[in-house]
């Protein structure tokens, strides 16, 4: 077992330097094509070392604490992972998790942890509706939570006129972000590791007629580990809306790229192990923050979400690609 975990961190790493080094060479060339030149001294000054130079408050603890949303986003795929499940609707769970905060707190004026208690029910309750359809009607949950990304995104934009999208005023939220997520990462792995729920939900990713031969419901096993992970991604555009992170109603582009794609690229990293998935998940959000940083400095932000997608290919390629016959 323990050569095992040595195995997947190994792959997950090579896949992570694999996919900068391409995404390196993709910056390069941009560069030279549009600039003629590509500065090196522009992007280690300003979106690598700012993070680490601005003191512990600005630097570490500003960024873990950003990354909370990206690792409950990360948790909740990895959840479904753990069953065999591919979670594609990320980008609408985060969407509704922030639409859901921000109506709590504009319209009610309940604190924070009232609002992310909100948020985290509505992704729950919209991540039952691919699990129904998973459990009912046999629906393979890679359509059905893609669907129900592009239902949620899609109802926003056409409720976006009666939604007035505004930032409330809230406390710092960075250590209790920190503390939620690094909890909620723990809690996981314990209950997928050490728990009979989470012996069920290994047992169907390893293969379902081997979980129904042990006497597993496969059917409602799927079901719960889809509502716990839109629960966690509901909990993710919540906890990204009251720190800040969201200022505008969240448009059609959130599905293909964003915190949406971070979390897949996490939970892929990991090969959807919990912690491993939220330690991959401050990392994605490092190389984000350092490229919005840069804001077009050295070439444009959206290669930021290019090296992201080559990452997630190298996990596909060279993780997902050696699991063979198994659903996962």
């Known amino acids: 077992m323990r050569n095992k975990g040595f195995r997947s961190f190994g792959r997950a790493l090579l896949c992570l330097c694999l996919g900068l080094l391409l995404g390196a060479a993709a910056m390069i060339g941009v560069s030279f094509l549009a600039l003629g030149e590509f500065r090196w001294e522009t992007v280690c000054q300003e979106g690598l070392l700012p993070l680490f130079t601005g003191g512990w408050r600005d630097g ?4 873990l604490g950003r990354a909370a949303p990206d690792v409950l986003l990360a948790l909740g795929i990895s959840l479904a992972w753990q069953g065999g499940m591919l979670q594609l609707g990320g980008a609408g769970l985060y969407a509704l998790g922030a639409a859901a905060a921000m109506l709590c707190a504009s319209l009610t004026g309940l604190p ?4 992310l ?34 239902m949620a995104i899609y109802a926003l934009q056409a409720f976006s006129g009666l939604i007035a999208w505004e930032q409330s005023p809230m406390p710092d939220l960075f250590v209790p972000a920190l503390l939620i997520a690094g909890a909620l990462a723990l809690l996981a ?53 009251l720190l800040g992170g969201v200022h505008q109603l969240p448009d059609l582009s959130l599905a293909l790229t964003g915190p949406g794609l971070h979390g897949l690229a996490a939970a892929a990293l990991a090969g959807g192990h919990p912690l491993g998935a939220a330690i991959a998940a401050v990392a994605v959000k490092y190389l984000s923050l350092g490229v919005g940083a840069m804001n077009g400095a050295a070439f444009s932000p959206e290669m930021g979400e290019a090296i992201l997608a080559l990452i997630l290919y190298c996990c596909a390629a060279l993780a997902l690609g050696r699991k063979g016959g198994r659903k996962a």
């Open 117 to 150: 208690g909100v948020s985290a029910l509505a992704g729950g309750l919209w991540g039952a509706v691919p699990g129904l359809m998973k459990k009912r009607l046999r629906l393979r949950e890679a359509l059905g939570t893609a669907l129900t990304a592009w």
């Open 112 to 115: 924070w942890y009232a609002c």
């Open 189 to 241: 792995w314990l209950s997928v590791r050490f728990t009979v729920p989470g012996l069920d939900l290994r047992l169907l990713g390893e293969s379902e007629k081997t979980a129904r031969y042990a006497g597993v419901d496969t059917g409602k096993t799927a079901f719960w580990a889809l509502c716990l992970s839109g629960l966690l991604g509901g909990a993710a555009g919540g906890l990204d809306y």
């Open 60 to 63: 570490p603890l500003a960024l």
